[in-house]
């Protein structure tokens, strides 16, 4: 008789094929459906069914076992052995886990760090596709400068005549605006000016009002939901007006959610670009330089470089430059973040120091590699055991392997909860706000676990290839004499030392050339220098504010100016003197400043006079020039020759001392200072250096006189440079000098195991040694000889290659500190003490021991 | 002489007994009436195969019999040591029951 056969339903076929056993699966399989057959013939398919589900998972436990028995049983022996030999060799597992737990702890600070920063600007849903267009000038000479300034007419005429872009606004940011809502006053918010089609360029998501007309109006304004609370409480934003500098009434148009801290720009509210025109709202038209960037959106798919080309060109046709050649370019905005047009960027700083958390964790693993394979004397027996018992040798790299990982999975246990004590500490340092709570992304996730598998992979490899090759014959029968003629370990220790010694020397120069960057002579006196940022009241009273200050008999001078002579970067190619080559384009940095700069600064004018209130013309016609500038004109006596700059005709009156008005990356360039007595919201301050605290108080009550609202912080001009202008340098020197001491220290743990160890397994000749006569000095000496040997070799392969990085690193700078012969004795000599006092600690106690317990057997 | 769990016994048995009919159905339904119990598949299987890999068993494949309905059946059957093992128990169950009387039980 002839049976139809029934099919297993679906989802049980599935399970069926993944528990039984693979050899016998056809055959089970048939048995099943035969059986589920006869069932739906006599109960019907329902209850075959059920019937069917109940088997399976009857059966479950029988297969599972089957399969996984014998691996459960092995794995159960391997874990057992691994903790075992981790509670035997306590020293060495402390060593090994504390020092890779170190090392992966930084490597995930790190990691954290680096795809924080990664993520910048990614929530834009145009990102790819937005750009910021910057200039690059190319002067006669040769040189060039880039310049991420842009152009007022730029936006528009990139939109009218470039069918490749979509839209393009221009964007500035400004501060110390007043803003105020009847009573609440505040010039604390940080603002964007942009024009309207910037909400549909960037994504910030909206909790209110539409983002694509939110700024057509002329006085409009969109609030973060922060700011908006700030001025409203709970009340609806949307209509009400904001007042800007007593003067302008915009409406509230928008309400952008908060943004996200992973984003280049950062503002509390933005308001239309053409405000800065207000109130007549007329464009300019002429094409000179200012501190406005444009970003454009381009439409899918268009090449940067021919767009680039194009840009130029048009550029060209209506600018009609003739001084100097200008090209454009495009800087997409997923690179603005982290890559800086003038070359480097953040990039550059997140590579040197994942590289720095690399070298820390690879001697970590070092460690864990010289004492596996010094301690393989311990585990050759068992090796020999297990290969006469019928493991094959991939079983014990693979037993051996598996052990390193679990060391590597128990120390990131470890080193998740050492980075979470640290990332507080971390944040401050760098100033971000990482958070515990990006352990639950899965990129991070799988970070850490990559960084676990990898360290575990990388230090056990040569362990398990170098223990699973003993020959059982010799090591059961107890030959296996290892310790001493490893050559590998050798290298390990050396390159270990080498790794940290480059580490001392690099933290070292960098220390160094941080201190000479904040001692350098700057060409004007940076001690007791106070930098006011001044409110809108202050700027416009400046003369009695400036006179309430005089008042203090504590304060010696002040001054204002529209630039900071930390950073000024801006330049100007409209110059002409008489005697200038017709077809040469040249520039010049500039700065308008008020009276008494020159000796509120303690510049030294070297040639004529300073800007004077005795002479009226001063304030349109005198220009004074620094050494530099003086030079480039090619003049023998400046004083009263004719100049004119941005086509304002003026003479010299007077030449100034060179100083350095730039970080110290850049060598002193020409410059030329104009007077503008009324304008410029930088005030400088000269004190007395005798009671500094009143003089501060005295000087933010007269700020308060002038603008109650006033909440600005006073800054030493040295805290200017600190915070503002060195900051990478001032992380990259805490960093690296942190991760340095970790470095040390682990490498120290890996030497002090190590010596630990060499002194056991010469317990025996240090006893003969003592027996005939070795004093403990001479056997300490003994010791100590090889470790010292290592760690002068060490030095000499560190040296140039601390020497080659640091030449890169102080590339940077113009002025950069004397790296002396001395730094590197002296690191080296510190590496090598320190590696002393490690070992003799061992050397001392195992030269201390008395002979007699050592050479007596059993 | 190896010693055999309960349920390699009763496999060992069975495969005797069905002589060429001897696949896992069968052999579950023939411990079905010796002890009362329908066993799961997969604990017939496991020591079954275990059997099978100690070489007390030999298998082989019948191709697909219309009737079974198409897929190809394991057939066992003792080989000479497992019949040795077998005669082994035997021995050994004769030898443990020796002398055992069914004690009359009154209720």
Known sequence: ????????????????????????????????????????????????????????????????????????????????????????????????????????????????????????????????????????????????????????????????????????????????????????????????????????????????????????????????????????????????TITLLNDFDLQVTGVMQDLPTQSSFQFDCVMPYALKFAPNFKEPEHWGGNPLNTYILMHKDIDRPPLEQKITAIVEKHAQWETAKVTFHLHSLTKKHLYSPHGGGLIQTLLIFFAIALFVLLIACINFMNLSTAKATTRAKEVGVRKVIGARKIDLIRQFIGESLMISFITLVIAVFLMAAFLPSFNELLGKQLSLRLLLTPVVVLGFLGIALFTGAFAGAYPALYLSAFQPGSTIKGLIRSGSKSSLRKILVVVQFSLTIIMIISTVVLFRQMGFVMSKDLGFDRENLVVVQMSQQMQERFEPFRNDLLNNPQIRGVTRSLQGPWNIGSTVSAVDWDGKPPDESVSMHWDYVGYDYFTTFGMEIIKGRAFSKDYSTDQKEAFIVNEEAVKMMGMQSPVGKRLSVFRNEGQIIGVVKNFLFQPLY??????????????????????????????????????????????????????????????????????????????????????????????????????????????????????????????????????PVAYFVMKKLLERYAYRTHIGLEIFVLSGLAALLIALLTVSYQAIKAARANPADSLRYE | MKIFTKKEEQILLAIYHLKDEAYLIPIREKIKEYTGKYFSVGTIYVPLNRLHGYGYLDAHVKKPDTSAGGKPIKYYELTKSGLAALAALEKQNKLMWEGFKTPAFED
């Open chain 1, 1 to 240: 008789m002839k049976k139809a056969q029934a099919r297993i339903p679906g989802l049980a076929s599935w399970l069926l094929r993944y528990v039984l056993p693979k050899q016998d699966y056809v055959y089970l399989n048939g048995n099943f459906a035969d059986m589920y057959t006869y069932r739906a013939q006599a109960e019907g398919r329902f209850k075959a069914g059920i019937w069917i589900w109940g088997e399976i998972i009857k059966s479950l436990p029988g297969f599972m076992y089957a399969s996984l028995y014998w691996r459960i049983t092995m794995f159960k022996n391997y874990f057992i052995i691994t903790l075992r030999n981790i509670r035997k060799h306590t020293l060495h597992s402390i060593i090994n886990i504390v020092g890779l737990s170190i090392g992966m702890a930084v490597c995930l600070l790190i990691f954290l760090w680096v795809q924080d920063e990664f993520g910048y600007d990614r929530f834009h849903v145009n990102k790819d596709d937005i750009s910021q267009v910057y200039s690059e000038m190319l002067y006669t000479g040769g040189d060039s400068q880039i310049n991420m300034g842009s152009y007022y007419p730029l936006a528009k005429v990139l939109k009218e005549e470039c069918p490749e872009v979509r839209e393009a606004v221009r964007y500035e940011s400004a501060s110390g605006l007043l803003l105020s809502y009847g009573e609440k006053q505040f010039t604390n918010d940080a603002v964007g000016l942009a024009d309207p089609a910037f909400f549909d360029i960037f994504s910030f998501p909206f909790a209110q009002g539409n983002p694509s007309t939110a700024l057509t109006e002329n006085y409009s304004i969109v609030l973060s939901e922060k700011m908006a609370k700030k001025y409203f409480g709970n009340d609806d934003p949307i209509g009400k």
């Open chain 1, 666 to 799: 850049h060598e002193v360039k020409p410059f030329v200072f104009m007077l503008r007595p009324f304008s410029g919201s930088l005030g400088f301050v000269r004190i007395r250096p005798e009671n500094i605290s009143g003089t501060l108080d005295y000087t933010t009550n007269t700020m308060k006189k002038f603008d109650p609202t006033s909440q600005a912080d006073l800054l030493f001009f040295n805290d200017v440079l600190t915070n503002y202008i060195y900051t990478t340098e001032r992380q990259a020197r805490k960093i690296a000098g942190y991760f340095t001491l970790l470095a040390l220290l682990i490498s120290s743990l890996g030497l002090f195991g190590l010596a630990a160890f060499m002194a056991e397994r010469r317990t025996k000749e240090i006893g003969i040694r003592k027996v005939v006569g070795a004093s403990i000095k001479e056997v300490v000496f003994m010791l100590s000889r090889d470790f010292t040997k290592w760690v002068l070799l060490s030095n000499i392969i560190a040296w």
